[in-house]
């Protein structure tokens, strides 16, 4: 358990670690042997990455990962502009964004513009690969970004030094914190050239037809972005599997987004983690959700609540994945949704 109460140290401090090292920590320290969750060597083998796919003309996937003894890449969209590509969120580590950029390559396409959903490392972090390699590059991010960037990552990247210096820190958990500290030491290069506003408005970028909006829930400041040819929304982290990512989270906002984002006009959801989901795939996700918060507030026992929110997903939680969410599910009750008033209200506006 020493992975485990070492992430949630780092969670404690509320840095962008969180998100990634708690739930990594979690899939180590569980027996899991979820599609989601393939158990690799994390020394010594080859880094792979998923192949990008095709969703609808003119748009594509490369799907998140999260493999044990390694932390999440959030999945990426992009989209075919007549300037160029557009790419929502850049992963973490440099195999996810070199894959991104090497696919622009291939096909002779500028990468033109890039919008990040949220601060988390695993949607933000391959900014810093894409950047070096494309100076021109434009990207756009909430506020939330750009203050977590100069405020958070400073302080996290403290505690991870700390973390480091502490001789009973293990070697996946090392080279966890190495990828991220790396990623500080280039946190100019994250930083967004453009803020975008929250209420949603029409958008061109590299001449696609967008619309895009800023909610709160996730991370303090959560970008949707709606591809209006195609009725592709990217969602960010509003929608993971196995279990909602609830480290930096509030809970209530959260709720509350989910029936915004079921109110835009969209065909498929491109969520942060998991595979693409259909209109009627989210809206079982969203009921989901509500469930889980609402056993959250009762006494029943996690186990129960667990239980149940594998039952709602049904088809849209491999059998393979339910232990993952399960222990995920564990962590999350006891550090935010069943922890103080103050766990509870730590990433809440106001
Ligand atoms: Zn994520």
Redesign the pocket.
Known sequence: MLRFAMATAAMAAGGPLA?ALSVAALAAVQPVTAQTLTLRPAEGAAARVGEVQPLADGVWWLPSRFERGRQ?D?ASLILQGREGLVIIDTGRHAEHAGALREWARRRAQPIRAVINTHW?L??LGGNALLRRALPGLRTHASAAVREAIERRMPASDADLARMLADPATDADTRRMIEIDRALYAERALLLPDVVLEEAPRDIELAGRALRVGVLRGVSGGDAWVLDRASGTLAVG?FV?LPAP?LDTACAETWRAAMGELEALPFERVVP??GPVMSRDDFKRYRRAFEGLLLCATSDKPVAECSAAWVADLGPLLPAASQRAAAGMLQHYFAERLRGSAEDRARFCPG
């Open positions: 998100a999440p959030g988390h695993d949607h982290d993971t990512f942060g983690h």
